[in-house]
């Protein structure tokens, strides 16, 4: 279909699905693909994807957006490349064949190595990559597949083999094994980057063992990095914004000022709040983080984490089969009116903001005859809302600044009731986007910048995202009230550290 449309393709690799969209020069969502894959759990606290089926999906959906809308690769001024962050690959630079599964973000297997990094180096870590030392992210990763898989330290000091979290893995592929590279809001997830400086740290790198040669270059997340070769059907599209999902989420809900604050609802649940160029230290364990850079300015932002937020949710149907699908957790709950006492901190990974313990694990507290799924799906939707008011309370305290509204976005923010109750516990509104898939927009927004669609984050700031508000409808006393029960709770499943 010829058409003089400027299109944008924005391929967004998640932890659960791999999604493409093609949004027009509005902002609009032209057309949508997503494709789930498979989650891999070896052993108990391992996580992992396979990267051929990251590529293949991610490929896959991306090729059916164009497609299903009747567009073709000449139709399209640029992709953007959004993706689950810190998930670790390493493959052969040869023959494009990876030397195990990816160890995906969840994965608690360095927990030990981390703990023994942390004590002899966690104060220089912190300052020089604003993250707190935990299996989380990318560097003890590395490391591990190093000691563990037979070859590749040897393989890897030759410079045989590649490192690259999932942008840098897809963007290898794409342009046929010829860009190396990722973009400055993923290199800050790994560990091993200096966020003051911007650049790969050797002292770092001699922390965790990891050769220098195995590490791509880093780019600006608006930056043209090259053309696609492989697949045909997206055949010359350049490649022009990359961003880990939570900072390319940041930027689709247009957080562009100093204070402006993002949450998001997915697999897990992240906080962000932009700080602008410089780098802010957290006094409550909150990470420091590069948001996005844009030609020679970088600017950064706090963020909070929770490993399990979406999550519970998919376990409550995947392992206890108390619901059929994700959505039946709304009427479940609703019918049931409270959790009637019960607490559930699914802390399956450990508690990252503000705890940062790889070794907690989860529990269901306050049982009764009385509780049945209903309020254990309750208790589920609260602990989203609960960890997330934890973010949030530690943010204010170190930006002594009042947030007045959230803006929120992911999967599970489509849940009426969890908003409310997150409305209610924050004691401010919560808004939600009138586009649910703010992190694809981000990446959409970052490669246009880079490509003449947008000229300015001005350009892109027109138009309303505001879309339902859910405003507080309890009492202060009682929200308070109620986070403390919930932190009584998160004590007991630090307690029960293995
Ligand atoms: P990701 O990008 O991390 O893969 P998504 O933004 O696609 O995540 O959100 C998926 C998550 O949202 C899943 O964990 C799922 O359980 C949860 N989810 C989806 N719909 C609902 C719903 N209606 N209520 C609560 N949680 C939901």
């Not at 010829?178 to 770092?204: G, Y």
């Not at 802010?280 to 929770?306: F, M, N, P």
Request: one cysteine or more; aromatic letters at 8%; glycine letters at 10%.
């Amino acid at each position: 279909m010829a058409n003089n449309r400027k299109l944008v393709l924005a391929m967004d690799q998640g932890t659960t699905s791999s999604r493409s969209i093609l949004f027009d020069e509005t902002g609009t969502a032209v057309s949508k693909s997503q494709k789930e894959f498979r989650q891999i759990f070896p052993k108990s606290g391992w996580v992992e994807h396979d990267p051929r089926e990251i590529l293949e999906t991610q490929i896959g959906t991306a090729v059916e957006a164009l497609e299903s809308a009747g567009f073709s690769a000449s139709d399209v001024s640029a992709i953007g490349i959004t993706n689950q962050r810190e998930t670790t690959l390493i493959w052969d630079r040869n023959t494009g064949e990876p030397v195990s599964n990816a160890i995906v973000w969840q994965d608690r297997r360095t927990a030990d190595v981390c703990a023994r990094v942390r004590k002899s180096h966690g104060e220089t870590i912190r300052k020089k990559t604003g993250l707190e030392v935990d299996p989380y992210f990318s560097a003890s990763k590395i490391s591990w597949l190093i000691e563990n898989v037979p070859g590749v330290r040897e393989r890897a000091k030759a410079g045989e083999l590649a490192f690259g979290t999932v942008d840098t893995w897809l963007i290898w592929n794409l342009t046929g094994g010829e860009k190396h590279v990722t973009d400055v809001s993923n290199a800050s997830r790994t560990m091993l980057f200096n966020i003051n400086k911007l650049e790969w740290d050797d002292e770092l790198l001699g922390i965790f063992g990891v050769p220098r040669q195995i590490l791509p270059s880093v780019v600006p997340s608006s930056h043209l990095v090259g053309e696609v070769s492989e697949p045909e059907a997206l055949r010359g599209i350049p490649v022009a914004g990359i961003a880990g999902d939570q900072q390319a989420a940041l930027f689709g809900q247009r957080c562009f000022a100093e204070g402006d604050a993002k949450s998001t609802y997915g697999t897990g649940c992240f906080l962000l709040q932009n700080t602008g160029t410089e780098p802010a230290s957290s006094k409550h364990r909150l990470l420091t983080t590069v948001a996005w850079q844009i030609g020679d300015r970088c600017e950064y932002a706090l963020e909070g984490s929770v490993f399990i937020g979406g999550a519970v949710i998919q376990w409550l149907r995947d392992s206890l089969g108390i619901i059929g699908s994700a959505a039946e957790v709304e009427p479940l709950a609703r019918k049931a009116g409270s959790s009637d006492g019960v607490f559930f901190v699914p802390a399956f990974a450990g508690l990252g903001t503000p705890y940062w313990d790889p070794t907690a694990r989860g529990l269901i507290t306050g049982l009764t005859r009385g509780t049945g799924r209903g309020q254990i799906g309750y208790a589920a939707l609260e602990a989203i809302a609960f960890q997330t008011a934890e973010l949030l309370e530690a943010m204010q305290k170190d930006s002594h600044r009042e947030i007045p509204e959230l803006r929120v976005d992911g999967g599970a923010s489509k849940n009426d009731l969890l908003m409310q109750i997150q409305a209610d516990l924050l004691q401010i509104p919560v808004v939600r986007s009138t586009v649910t898939e703010t992190t694809s927009l981000g990446a959409a927004y970052l490669a246009g910048l880079a490509t003449a669609v947008w000229d300015s984050t001005d350009k892109i700031a027109e138009g309303e995202l505001s879309g339902e508000r859910f405003e507080p409808s309890i009492s202060g006393d009682e929200a308070a009230e109620r986070i403390e029960e919930w932190k009584r709770a998160v004590r007991l499943s630090l307690g029960w550290a293995v």
